[in-house]
T-cell receptor, first 109, second 113 residues
Framework: LAKTTQPISMDSYEGQEVNITCSHN???????ITWYQQFPSQGPRFIIQ???TKVTNEVASLFIPADRKSSTLSLPRVSLSDTAVYYC??????????FGQGTELSVKP | EAQVTQNPRYLITVTGKKLTVTCSQN?????MSWYRQDPGLGLRQIYY???????DKGDVPEGYKVSRKEKRNFPLILESPSPNQTSLYFC????????????FGPGTRLLVL
């Protein structure tokens, strides 16, 4: 059964780079690794996905090693508005995403 | 604009009074799903649908019904709401072949008295 593990919380200051790591146990060979962001009382928002190596978009970068047993979400120069919960949910065969507790990122001024 | 919409956004009701929460997506997605989010329990899947007329139970289906008569709509029906269904509900959709990438609605906050 696919399962992910990530830190419960992280603190940072504005302008710093934040790296959140997720371990992926039993990830399926064909599955992409995805990360979501959720603000209080809002729906999770897809922010990035990758399969191997590095992917970058306007929001974040995602680093995935060759063995795909982990992934690291990198947020460059965070601001207060990046305070949110970040998830790396595994996907079950019928499409269910297992969100778990996620990583609560707190960005301070 | 590509989006998932839910209505109502907020609802206060009483035990036993039937209600429907609507969900609609304009992205021609085959897959749709309902989740509920409760403090300390994360997001839990209620029901999902792989396509029109194809629905199945998720982890917490008791007390809920769904239907998928059209591709774009996936309403959640509470026939006889109870206080333990007080929660924040999210609808999500995706392409059948890209279920890792789900688009979520803004949420419906339900209070059952």
């Amino acid at each position: 059964l696919a399962k992910t593990t990530q830190p419960i919380s992280m603190d940072s200051y504005e302008g710093q780079e934040v790296n959140i790591t997720c371990s992926h146990n039993n990830i399926a060979t064909n599955d992409y690794i995805t990360w979501y962001q959720q603000f209080p009382s809002q729906g999770p928002r897809f922010i990035i996905q990758g399969y191997k190596t590095k992917v970058t978009n306007e929001v974040a970068s995602l680093f995935i090693p060759a063995d795909r047993k982990s992934s690291t979400l990198s947020l460059p120069r965070v601001s207060l508005s990046d305070t949110a919960v970040y998830y790396c949910p595994p996907r079950m065969s019928w499409g269910k995403l297992i969100f778990g507790q996620g990583t609560e990122l707190s960005v301070k001024p | 604009e590509a989006q998932v919409t839910q209505n109502p956004r907020y609802l206060i009701t009483v035990t036993g009074k039937k209600l429907t929460v609507t969900c609609s997506q304009n992205m021609n997605h085959e897959y749709m799903s309902w989740y509920r989010q409760d403090p300390g329990l994360g997001l839990r899947q209620i029901y999902y649908s792989m396509n029109v007329e194809v629905t199945d139970k998720g982890d917490v289906p008791e007390g809920y019904k769904v239907s998928r008569k059209e591709k774009r709509n996936f309403p959640l029906i509470l026939e006889s709401p109870s206080p333990n269904q007080t929660s924040l509900y999210f609808c999500a959709s995706s392409l059948k072949g890209s279920q890792e990438t789900q688009y979520f609605g803004p949420g419906t906050r339900l209070l059952v008295l």
